[in-house]
């Protein structure tokens, strides 16, 4: 059974740069792809990036050209960079299978862009 740990949050000024990291217990990739969610208050999570085990990757069309997600499979870590945020990017960020399993979420970690 996988859990996940992310980490790699922060406070950045619009333009900035953060990486974020997942680390998890079980296999990533056991069978499903891996992905990025973040939810804003009052809203559900949204899937924002995702990476299957042959290294495809899909976008949100908001953070295309801007996010890039990555895999570690030695370090059964999931990173996920992100340039050039805004402040709509501003969010909790998880990571998890697509499509996901409820009891795998981790505790997110919070970006915040703002000036």
């Known amino acids: 059974q996988a859990q996940y740990e992310e980490s790699g949050g922060g406070l950045v000024q619009p333009g900035g740069s953060l990486r974020l990291s997942c680390a998890g217990s079980g296999s990533i990739f056991n069978i499903d792809p891996m992905g990025w969610y973040r939810q804003t208050a009052g809203k559900e999570r949204d899937l924002v990036a995702t990476?299957?085990?042959?290294?495809?990757?899909n976008y949100k069309s908001s953070v295309k050209g801007r996010f890039i997600i990555s895999t570690n499979s030695a370090k059964n870590a999931v990173y996920l960079q992100m340039n050039n945020l805004k402040p709509e990017d501003t969010a909790v960020y998880y990571c998890?299978?697509?499509?996901?399993?409820?009891?795998?979420w981790g505790q997110g970690t919070q970006v915040t862009v703002s000036s």
């Open positions: 998890n299978t697509v499509p996901y399993v409820n009891r795998n």
């Open positions: 990476i299957d085990n042959g290294g495809q990757t």
